[in-house]
């Protein structure tokens, strides 16, 4: 049972454009939100995360939106670049025992010149 | 992260064969996990311990086993190995009690049974 819906599973963007992928949850028990970038050949790090008590978080160029009452989070990146060009996994968790990550299939993203 | 190292990088094996991929750390944390990922599908648990006394199956734990030698060190073995365990791995290590624990993950091992 997949917990957290992740789309698009590609992204194609130009230079400069916003990129936007989008994740949705089912568990409301989930408080805390992650998003992981992973380059080829490299495993996955972490990259931005906000906890549901915000609607907005942004670092630099990346900016997590979220909306508790539709349990949707989503992950917009400005000025898209090349070298933004990973694939981006979303996750949850949340304090009920054991605090694993679920994480969402993935999105490709790649920037184009 | 040079953190978390995995050994080996690649292998190549055959089905049936048993084969044991390894994880150490040398972040000093407690809890550390094993996924594979697979195209279309994400980063899914097989084994996770938050502590050497603690072993815990994850959502595709069936054909595998863990062992935790150390705080440091954790092992993935694939008792028969089989085509569909083809995968890219994982090792992970956090180090927080609570929600909100950041993962921190090996460069993965590239598995392909034959």
């Known amino acids: 049972q997949q917990q957290v819906k992740q789309s698009p599973q590609s992204l194609i963007v130009q230079k400069g454009g916003i990129s936007i992928i989008n994740c949705a949850y089912e568990?409301?028990?989930?408080?805390?939100f992650p998003w992981y970038q992973q380059f080829p050949g490299k495993g996955p790090a972490l990259l931005i995360a906000?906890?549901?008590?915000?609607s907005e978080k942004k670092e630099g160029r990346f900016t997590i939106s979220f909306n508790k009452s539709a349990k949707q989070f989503s992950l917009h990146i400005m000025d898209s670049q090349p070298g933004d060009s990973a694939t981006y996994f979303c996750a949850a968790s949340g304090d009920f025992g054991n605090e694993k990550l679920t994480f969402g299939t993935g999105t490709r993203l790649t920037i184009i010149p | 992260d040079a953190d978390v190292t995995q050994t080996p990088r690649n292998r190549i094996t055959k089905t049936g064969k048993r084969i044991m991929l390894e994880c150490s750390q040398t972040?000093?944390?407690?809890?550390m996990y094993w996924y594979r990922q697979d195209p279309g599908l994400g980063l899914r648990l097989i084994y996770y311990s938050f502590d050497v006394k603690d072993i815990n199956k994850g959502e595709i734990s069936d054909g595998y086993s863990v062992s935790r030698q150390a705080q440091a060190k954790f092992s993935l073995s694939l008792e028969s190995a089989i085509p569909n365990q083809t995968a890219l791995y994982f090792c992970?290590?956090?180090?927080?009690?609570?929600?909100?624990?950041?993962?921190?993950f090996g460069p993965g091992t590239r598995l392909l049974v034959l």
């Open positions: 972040k000093g944390h407690d809890r």
């Open positions: 568990n409301t028990a989930f408080d805390y």
């Open positions: 992970a290590t956090s180090d927080s009690a609570g929600a909100g624990e950041t993962q921190y």
């Open positions: 906000i906890r549901p008590d915000v």
